[in-house]
């Protein structure tokens, strides 16, 4: 009974609207899949409310104070628990369908340049370029020599006399300086929601898994996919995209195993005869005593040595070289009886030379 009367004590004196808030904050939790804790810092207020408005179509992003957030995640389940750790500094609360990485790309892609304050610290080098500016002359040049920046009066305008680097990453920019750098329209801040965790469906995400480079992911898959194709084509381990490319390599490595070494099959046939044939030719045209040839195959190397004289002759066509060799090959060609002996002593020179 004691600690029923402490919770009513300390609930009868929680002011309705934080009640609200936070059971505002359950029912944006039960309706969405993905909650996202983003960092809503240095943010200018216009900016937040036009980059709001912007992704209200998509995505909810809703700003309470950090204990009733606490307290509405809490009572939401012991899964979203652990993105309460993201909660701190200045927070909104995101609520949306869309997976974490789309999420973290639309919130990344909305970040605006804004001026910076004064006090801020530079996130980096800022640089004033030399060359004219908008201002006429008057006291606008000693505000800018002033803040460091040097200026001078060329022809009627305001000049930047120099490239000059006003502020290094990690100074704190002065007030005479964040004027004019906004007056000079240089905006060195970068603002925008800053992701810290999201919770998806039991899962928590936090912000450094979510920032991939999709063009590099892209390639990497990619790559890793043309790695494991050749993978399995050098295992030869068989799948539904590598089989017809097996095979392929099967059918022209059992091509070349056949052809080297000599296996009469009907789909090499020809190619076999014809390279027995090169090679017989070859080899008569290497011995160099004619009476060591028979007369069949002095006639063939002949007939082979005029085709290729008469192709190359200059000025004769390709039509006339096959004319001028046909022509030679119908003069020595045998007829009848006189061809078949003929045909029978070439056989038996081609015996002869390969046993």
């Known amino acids: 009974m004691v600690t029923d009367a402490a919770t009513e004590h300390r609930t009868s004196h929680?002011?309705?609207?934080?009640?609200?808030?936070?059971e505002s904050i359950k029912q944006l939790?039960?309706?969405?899949?993905?909650?996202?804790?983003?960092?809503?810092r240095d943010i200018p207020a216009k900016q937040l409310q036009e980059m709001r408005r912007s992704m209200?179509?998509?995505?909810?992003?809703?700003?309470?104070?950090n204990n009733l957030i606490h307290r509405a995640l809490d009572e939401s389940g012991d899964d979203l628990s652990p993105i309460g750790s993201s909660v701190g500094d200045q927070t909104a609360l995101v609520f949306t369908d869309l997976n974490p990485f789309k999420l973290f790309n639309l919130l990344k892609s909305s970040k605006t340049e804004?001026?910076?304050?004064?006090?801020?610290?530079?996130p980096a080098d800022i640089t004033v370029v030399e060359g004219p500016t908008s201002f006429a002359p008057g006291p606008i040049v000693g505000d800018l020599q002033n803040a460091g920046i040097p200026a001078r009066i060329d022809k009627g305008k305001v000049v930047i006399r120099e490239t000059k680097v006003v502020a290094h990453a990690g100074e704190a920019v002065s007030r005479a300086l964040s004027e004019m750098l906004t007056r000079l329209e240089?905006?060195?801040?970068t603002v925008g929601f800053d992701?810290?965790?999201?919770?998806?469906?039991?899962?928590?995400?936090?912000a450094d898994a979510l920032d991939i480079d999709e063009a590099k992911y892209a390639t990497d898959i990619a790559t890793a996919t043309t790695g494991a194709f050749n993978l399995a084509i050098a295992i030869a381990y068989p799948t539904p995209v590598t089989v017809p490319t097996l095979l392929a390599k099967a059918a022209s490595n059992a091509r070349n195993l056949a052809i080297n070494s000599a296996i009469p099959e009907p789909a090499i046939i020809d190619l076999l005869l014809s390279k027995a044939q090169s090679s017989a030719m070859a080899l008569a045209g290497s011995i160099t005593d004619p009476d060591a040839l028979g007369e069949s195959l002095q006639e063939?190397?002949?007939?082979?040595?005029?085709?290729?004289?008469?192709?190359?002759e200059a000025g004769e066509g390709t039509e006339e070289a096959v004319s001028a060799t046909e022509a030679e090959t119908e003069e020595k060609a045998?007829?009848?009886?006189?061809?078949?002996?003929?045909?029978?002593?070439?056989?038996?020179?081609?015996?002869l030379l390969f046993g």
């Open 300 to 312: 063939l190397l002949m007939v082979g040595v005029v085709g290729v004289e008469v192709a190359a």
């Open 195 to 206: 992701l810290r965790s999201v919770y998806d469906n039991g899962t928590i995400l936090e």
């Open 186 to 189: 240089i905006y060195p801040m």
């Open 334 to 351: 045998p007829e009848g009886e006189e061809g078949e002996a003929k045909e029978e002593e070439a056989a038996e020179g081609l015996g």
């Open 14 to 22: 929680v002011p309705q609207w934080k009640i609200d808030e936070i």
């Open 114 to 122: 804004a001026p910076i304050r004064a006090g801020a610290i530079a």
């Open 56 to 65: 209200k179509d998509v995505v909810k992003i809703r700003i309470y104070r």
């Open 29 to 40: 939790v039960n309706k969405y899949s993905v909650v996202g804790v983003a960092g809503i």
